[in-house]
């Protein structure tokens, strides 16, 4: 009977805060293109090269060196048989009398190539694959280490509170890119232990942050009326406390990436990160660094393809932290 | 001749989700010496009046309108920067609501102090520290000439407000503007101040526009009344007349509404019983509601239930909770701050124990304790002749459906993840209560009914809700395991007036139709007066007085409740005539 | 205070014993070891290298020695007898002293003033020839201030490395801190102050560019426009004070670059943070007590905000530190500087040891004492702080 009555109410349908929070980030403009600008990028990265033709490890002879987009002109100089595949000079560098052209074929490396004749934009992507598959692994490795540590510690308090916040106090403290330096030239530069290392430097924001929202949230009344309404403790845990901290963690993490992925670029630029065949932006530009003057095109589309990421990743970052900030959602 | 004359001001905010009226069209004056009261709740635009007055609106998102208001000849709403700024401080003064981030707490208090005297007057250092410190002695700080050098850390709100003062006044201004200067204060506390402003006023002859939500206030210190209700001003006048003989219906509700001391109402009045509002053509109409005083009257014939005195609920025995302070990871506690220090008290089935003190006196404690939210550190709780201190949370869990606790804030509550129809069928779903989600779902819209809220409701979520919406959701969340007490944490002390009255009006209901037993915590003695049946005083983690609340008021055994009641402000007609007068 | 400083002081202690103890460990663990490179090294000398630098001893032993507790072996020498011979007398030069050693490994002190001592290392009884190593113990190690030798840089301890590459390590960043402060302090204050105008936007879009172009995209672009094709400054080296500089008052131009790439970074990082926290204390209560005061708008912020507003970038002075610390390995390998991170990163390449152990000690102690004056440049800023 009541049953019926109840099928009658038009329900009001409530807008939860996921909701709001959506709403909000979707009508910020940076945010919205941070978001599709990292979606393609990574979409680049992870199908892209298997529709290129060239794998970055190709050598196209004729086409070392070649400006993005360059075609390719042969030269015949009218006094020897040699062809110049291409010519920096118009003469002859035998007889020095002007060279003619032979042929032209058509241009086929979008970013151009190395010296060696590799197609760049091969590379970029490869790169790129690489780059955002250490940002994302290592910042869940920091994301698991940070989140469990501050939860315990925020959630359990006195003591254990003290002992383990102390120990990150410390781990603050000490100079930490040395040490992923360390571990990285003396073991060999292996993608696990560089998810690990970096994981292993990250986690500590993210711990303080996980704390201090559990404290927080542990203060809050509707945690106490949970414990008041004899609700057990899994339950609090994960039906009260942790779809509130989940906001925080989501922002943080997002900041999280771009940072990480810095920090392999700085790795591998000092040429203690990824290695060869593998490669990622931090080794390119580096690679594009010690040639730049002569071919500034190789430092240029890796550096333009790393920043565009960061920036689509900060963008995400800020306008996440705008959506869901319970300041600024409260009224 | 009026020192500030207000004219036709309109104040609005263009905010994302359009225009907010926060004041639209009104017109008063402030004479000189006397002072104004202005009284509303919250969102009626009093303070947002005084911003504007003082330039302190932000813009965007505020924009004034239009209107006029006239200070010695400059129009504060349009006068340029450079001379709103030499009046600013200088012949207008203005305190705030919360003395625990008013003051900088960076800068020592002295440094705070003479700013205003560097500035204005272009004193030199010397002598305005002398000048701070005579004003200091005449906010009442004992030893002002060693404190000066504090900062605002080391001082409790009280004083801090007293520093605000002094800041305020040491320019010897024309006009002060207190924005609901004792809100935040202990009632004590306030009462001090509000002595030390009259007294300030009297003394320096400022004229004083206070503004505040309390009436009571009002009525121990205005000479002149204006009353808004979102944006315009309903009512302005003399205080006796608008007390005695109050012309509009929100004024009416708003007087009858509060609890009082002396009232004998058994169910309090509440402002929509004088009041009606209808919407014309996107305009709110106010109109008055006939016949209020008999309804009202005829609400009062209810029959209160009768209470068996040896039928007792509950019976706490010499409860102790002690809290380590400052305890660091290899040494044990400096000290135990005693939080709850061996108190006893019994509750019979049915009625209401009020648990009134100051803030810091152990009361929440107590009723955290009562509930095993705080684990005692010594001394029985007996529920129903069970001892039930110190059980763990197995053990508890039993119990958790027949005591629950409704707490202060209904904005943190409420787990803003989880809808109306989560937060209300979860508990029963824990301890087993309904045989299918939609026999809890049944269950949940009664309960919403039953605490007079729509049972469509159902599927929002907590931020949906007004404040005094929220606390009616704790209340149902808390019915939801039918227990058969409820401790009530400072459950209404976060509301304007008129929804107090009517949450009040709920639990008492409440109490009748389902025989509950409350502890109600309160700061607010009046509150506790229409609740309780029997009362206990606490004072630093002790009972000083329990009792009869009846007798308690009429005759309070201990000079603590003396003072307690002597701090509530006196604002029946016959003492505003004997004040005015 | 004092007794805070002292306490925090004591407590270095044991955390830089914990890194010591990782890194030795770490470093020893790691496959490896300082003169495997060199190929043309025959087995005997290489043993005889490791004998001269203690790496003979069990590693425990050498931890000890490392640390300075236990004492070490050094100057060690053999001595051989002829038969019938029982003693020998010479002059060991570099240390000044005329030894005289008997066959019964037994020393006899003649001139200076250490202790010497002699053990059997072989005694032929049926020739009677007999051979003695002689040695003096002495504790050197970190105890006693000691980085050791470095294993690479023959000739050179590891305290005599940073001495001199460590100067120019800390003149780069002090140029880039201060440009960091100044320009990140400025700007984010400028666009607190004008939030929501083009003085905020612009400010900020800059600080967003200098965070996502990392100090090694920002270097070689500035190199590029700066260096090569403007050529205003040079683009690598860094030449000593007083030369022939860029500026007539011998103020070297290679500096420009580096402190700039350096220090637009965290820049960046400040000016976002400054911007942050200055919002954050404007709309706090007792602004609005300033403005009421009739404060101008210059004296509210400097008086009023700027304190509480600076809280979060000077918490942030500590990780600045130790990021302009880590980031000058990247400008030094760009512009070819010859500071302590260039070092650190050859030694760890080439297993020097002790200078890897060594920087990264300095580097800890650095960076601990730099926390400590930010915890007490914080306590000094916010007096509530002060007063736990």
Same mark, same amino acid.
């Given at each position: 009977m009541k049953r019926d009555r109840l099928a009658d109410v038009k329900f009001d349908e409530g807008t939860s805060l996921w909701k709001d929070a959506r709403r909000r980030l979707f009508q910020n403009k940076m945010a919205v293109f941070g978001l599709c600008a990292f979606s393609l990028v990574t979409l680049l990265s992870f199908v892209g090269p298997s529709l290129l033709p060239y794998d970055h490890e190709t050598i196209d002879l004729p086409y070392q060196a070649r400006p993005p987009l360059s075609d390719k002109h042969s030269f015949v100089c009218p006094n020897h048989d040699y062809v110049h595949l291409y010519s920096v000079d118009e003469n002859c560098y035998v007889c020095n009398t002007p060279l003619e052209p032979a042929a032209i074929q058509p241009a086929r490396h979008l970013m151009g190539t190395d010296k060696l004749g590799r197609d760049l934009c091969a590379a970029v992507l490869r790169g790129g694959r690489v780059s955002l598959a250490v940002g994302f692994m290592a910042t869940a490795v920091s994301l698991v280490i940070g989140v469990i540590w501050g939860a315990v510690a925020g959630y359990f308090g006195g003591r254990v509170d003290q002992f383990l916040m102390r120990i990150v106090d410390v781990l603050y403290a000490l100079p930490f890119l040395i040490f992923v330096v360390l571990l990285m030239v003396m073991f060999g530069r292996n993608f696990l232990l560089l998810f690990f290392a970096i994981g292993f430097v990250e986690w500590l924001t993210m711990s303080r942050i996980v704390r201090a929202q559990v404290m927080a949230l542990k203060n809050q009344e509707f945690v106490e009326a949970a414990v008041a309404l004899g609700y057990g403790r899994m339950r609090i845990i994960f039906c009260h406390l942790l779809p509130n901290l989940l906001g925080p963690v989501i922002i943080y993490t997002t900041l999280t990436v771009p940072a990480v992925m810095l920090l392999e670029s700085v790795l591998s630029f000092l040429g203690l990160g990824v290695q060869a065949p593998d490669t990622s932006w931090g080794v390119l530009i580096k690679q594009g660094a010690e040639g730049m003057e002569d071919y500034p095109w190789l430092l240029l589309f890796p550096a333009a393809f790393f920043s565009l990421t960061l920036f689509s990743l900060n963008f995400i970052g800020d306008g996440l932290r705008d959506a869901l900030d319970p300041k600024s959602s409260k009224d | 001749?009026?020192?500030?004359?207000?004219?036709?001001?309109?104040?609005?905010?263009?905010?994302?989700?359009?225009?907010?009226?926060? &004041?639209?069209?009104?017109?008063?004056?402030?004479?000189?010496?006397?002072?104004? #009261?202005?009284?509303?709740?919250? #969102?009626?635009?009093?303070?947002?009046?005084?911003?504007?007055? *003082?330039?302190?609106?932000?813009?965007?998102?505020?924009?004034?309108?239009?209107?006029?208001?006239?200070?010695?000849?400059?129009?504060?709403?349009?006068?340029?920067?450079?001379?709103?700024?030499?009046? @600013?401080?200088?012949?207008?003064?203005?305190?705030?609501?919360?003395?625990?981030?008013?003051?900088?707490?960076?800068?020592?208090?002295?440094?705070?102090?003479?700013?205003?005297?560097?500035?204005?007057?272009?004193? %030199?250092?010397?002598?305005?520290?002398? @000048?701070?410190?005579?004003?200091?002695?005449?906010?009442?700080?004992?030893?002002?000439?060693?404190?000066?050098?504090?900062?605002?850390?080391?001082?409790?709100?009280?004083?801090?407000?007293?520093? *605000?003062?002094?800041?305020?006044?040491?320019?010897?201004?024309?006009?002060?503007?207190?924005?609901?200067?004792?809100?935040?204060?202990?009632?004590?506390?306030?009462?001090?101040?509000?002595?030390?402003?009259?007294?300030?006023?009297?003394?320096?002859?400022?004229?004083?526009?206070?503004?505040?939500?309390?009436?009571?206030?009002?009525?121990?210190?205005?000479?002149?009344? =204006?009353?808004?209700?979102?944006?315009?001003?309903?009512?302005?006048?003399?205080?006796?007349?608008?007390?005695? %003989?109050?012309?509009?219906?929100?004024?009416?509700?708003?007087?009858?509404?509060?609890?009082?001391?002396?009232?004998?109402?058994?169910?309090?009045?509440?402002?929509?019983?004088?009041?009606?509002?209808?919407? !014309?053509? #996107?305009?709110?109409?106010?109109?008055?509601?006939?016949?209020?005083?008999?309804?009202?009257?005829?609400?009062?014939?209810?029959?209160?239930?009768?209470?068996?005195?040896?039928?007792?609920?509950?019976?706490?025995?010499?409860?102790?909770?002690?809290?380590?302070?400052?305890?660091?990871?290899?040494?044990?506690?400096?000290?135990?701050?005693?939080?709850?220090?061996?108190?006893?008290?019994?509750?019979?089935?049915?009625?209401?124990?009020?648990?009134?003190?100051?803030? #810091?006196?152990?009361?929440?404690?107590?009723?955290?304790?009562?509930? %095993?939210?705080?684990?005692?550190?010594?001394?029985?709780?007996?529920?129903?002749? !069970?001892?039930?201190?110190?059980?763990?949370?197995?053990?508890?869990?039993?119990?958790?459906?027949? *005591?629950?606790? !409704?707490?202060?804030?209904?904005?943190?509550?409420?787990?803003?993840?989880?809808?109306?129809?989560?937060?209300?069928?979860?508990?029963?779903?824990?301890?087993?209560?309904?045989?299918?989600?939609?026999?809890?779902?049944?269950?949940?819209?009664?309960?919403?009914?039953? &605490?007079?809220?729509?049972?469509?409701?159902?599927? @929002?979520?907590?931020?949906?809700?007004?404040?005094?919406?929220?606390?009616?959701?704790?209340?149902?969340?808390?019915?939801?395991?039918?227990?058969?007490?409820? =401790?009530?944490?400072?459950?209404?002390?976060?509301?304007?007036?008129?929804?107090?009255?009517?949450?009040?009006?709920?639990?008492?209901?409440?109490?009748?139709?389902?025989?509950?037993?409350?502890?109600?915590?309160?700061?607010?003695?009046?509150?506790?007066?229409?609740?309780?049946?029997?009362?206990? =005083?606490?004072?630093?983690?002790?009972?000083?007085?329990?009792?009869?609340?009846?007798?308690?008021?009429?005759?309070p055994a201990e000079d603590y409740t003396q003072r307690l009641i002597d701090a509530i402000p006196r604002d029946s007609v016959g003492s505003i005539k004997q004040r005015v007068t | 205070m004092f007794r805070y400083i002292f306490k925090r002081l004591i407590f270095f202690i044991p955390v830089l014993w914990v890194i010591a103890t990782i890194t030795f460990f770490m470093v020893r663990m790691a496959p490896g070891d300082p003169f495997s490179d060199e190929k043309e090294m025959t087995e005997e000398v290489r043993d005889r290298i490791k004998a001269y630098y203690g790496m003979d001893q069990p590693l425990w032993k050498q931890y000890l020695i490392y640390l300075g507790v236990t004492a070490k072996e050094v100057n060690k020498h053999r001595v051989t007898f002829a038969s019938g011979e029982d003693s020998k007398e010479y002059r060991r030069e570099d240390v000044n002293a005329t030894l005289r050693v008997t066959a019964t490994a037994e020393v006899k002190t003649m001139q200076g003033d250490t202790q010497w001592l002699a053990r059997f290392l072989d005694q032929n009884t049926t020739t009677n020839i007999s051979e003695v190593e002689v040695f003096r113990l002495e504790r050197s190690g970190l105890l006693q201030g000691e980085l050791g030798p470095s294993f690479k840089h023959k000739g050179k301890s590891v305290n005599d490395i940073i001495r001199e590459s460590f100067p120019k390590s800390l003149e780069l960043g002090l140029y880039s801190m201060a440009i960091a402060l100044f320009l990140g302090i400025t700007a984010g204050a400028i666009a607190a102050l004008k939030q929501n105008t083009i003085l905020d936007y612009a400010p900020m879009s800059f600080a967003m560019a200098g965070i996502c172009l990392p100090t090694f995209v920002m270097g070689p672009l500035l190199v590029l426009v700066f260096g090569l094709w403007l050529e205003w400054f040079p683009v690598a080296g860094w030449s000593a004070w007083g030369g022939e500089g860029f500026f007539p008052e011998g103020w070297p131009g290679d500096r420009v670059l580096p402190a700039c790439t350096l220090g637009f970074f965290y820049a960046a990082m400040v000016a976002r943070l400054t911007r942050g926290g200055m919002l954050e204390t404007l709309s706090q209560d007792f602004i609005k007590t300033a403005r009421a005061k009739g404060l101008t708008e210059t004296r509210v912020v400097v008086k009023h905000a700027l304190r509480g507003g600076l809280l979060p970038t000077v918490s942030f002075l500590g990780p600045a530190f130790a990021g302009i610390i880590s980031g000058s390995f990247v400008i030094e390998t760009i512009f070819t500087i010859p500071g302590l991170g260039r070092h650190f990163i050859e030694a760890a390449t080439n297993r020097d040891y002790t200078l890897v152990l060594g920087t990264v000690l300095f580097y800890a102690t650095l960076i601990l004492m730099l926390n400590l004056i930010v915890d007490i440049l914080q306590a000094w800023l916010n007096p509530r702080i002060r007063a736990q």
């Open positions: - | 001749m009026a020192l500030i004359e207000v004219d036709n001001l309109k104040t609005y905010f263009h905010t994302r989700n359009g225009v907010v009226k926060a &004041v639209d069209d009104i017109s008063f004056t402030l004479e000189k010496g006397e002072i104004l #009261g202005i009284v509303g709740e919250s #969102g009626s635009g009093k303070s947002v009046t005084v911003h504007t007055l *003082m330039g302190l609106v932000p813009q965007p998102p505020g924009r004034i309108e239009g209107g006029t208001a006239n200070f010695d000849n400059h129009n504060l709403l349009t006068t340029d920067e450079a001379v709103l700024r030499s009046l @600013r401080g200088k012949r207008i003064s203005m305190i705030f609501q919360d003395p625990m981030t008013s003051l900088n707490p960076y800068l020592r208090i002295s440094e705070q102090l003479i700013e205003p005297l560097l500035i204005h007057e272009q004193a %030199n250092r010397k002598e305005a520290l002398k @000048r701070a410190i005579t004003m200091l002695e005449k906010v009442g700080m004992s030893d002002a000439a060693k404190r000066v050098h504090s900062y605002p850390h080391e001082f409790s709100g009280g004083m801090r407000q007293r520093v *605000m003062i002094a800041m305020a006044l040491i320019t010897d201004p024309e006009v002060l503007i207190a924005d609901e200067p004792t809100t935040a204060l202990d009632v004590t506390v306030q009462a001090q101040i509000l002595q030390l402003l009259k007294d300030l006023q009297t003394d320096l002859g400022v004229s004083v526009i206070f503004i505040t939500h309390d009436l009571g206030v009002i009525a121990e210190l205005a000479d002149r009344v =204006v009353v808004m209700y979102q944006g315009h001003i309903v009512e302005q006048g003399d205080v006796l007349p608008i007390f005695e %003989n109050p012309q509009h219906p929100y004024t009416k509700g708003l007087l009858a509404c509060r609890p009082r001391l002396e009232s004998t109402f058994k169910v309090l009045p509440i402002v929509s019983d004088y009041l009606d509002e209808t919407e !014309v053509d #996107g305009q709110i109409e106010l109109s008055e509601k006939p016949d209020a005083a008999a309804r009202i009257e005829a609400m009062q014939k209810i029959d209160e239930p009768e209470i068996d005195e040896t039928d007792l609920l509950l019976e706490v025995n010499d409860l102790c909770v002690h809290f380590p302070e400052r305890s660091g990871f290899f040494y044990g506690p400096e000290g135990w701050v005693k939080a709850v220090d061996g108190i006893s008290f019994t509750v019979p089935r049915g009625s209401t124990l009020g648990l009134v003190g100051e803030s #810091g006196c152990g009361k929440t404690t107590t009723g955290r304790a009562i509930l %095993n939210l705080v684990v005692p550190t010594s001394g029985s709780v007996k529920f129903m002749g !069970v001892e039930i201190a110190g059980r763990n949370a197995a053990a508890m869990l039993p119990l958790r459906k027949r *005591m629950q606790i !409704v707490f202060q804030d209904p904005y943190s509550s409420l787990n803003p993840r989880l809808t109306i129809e989560q937060a209300l069928t979860e508990p029963m779903v824990v301890h087993g209560i309904g045989s299918s989600h939609s026999d809890r779902r049944d269950r949940a819209a009664a309960l919403l009914e039953e &605490v007079d809220l729509e049972p469509q409701f159902l599927r @929002r979520y907590p931020h949906e809700f007004s404040g005094g919406q929220r606390q009616r959701i704790c209340v149902a969340r808390a019915l939801s395991l039918e227990p058969e007490f409820i =401790v009530c944490d400072e459950a209404v002390s976060a509301m304007d007036v008129s929804v107090q009255a009517q949450v009040l009006n709920l639990l008492k209901e409440l109490q009748a139709r389902r025989n509950l037993t409350y502890i109600f915590i309160s700061h607010d003695l009046s509150v506790v007066k229409f609740m309780a049946d029997t009362m206990a =005083v606490m004072r630093a983690g002790k009972i000083v007085e329990q009792g009869s609340a009846e007798v308690i008021y009429a005759n | -």
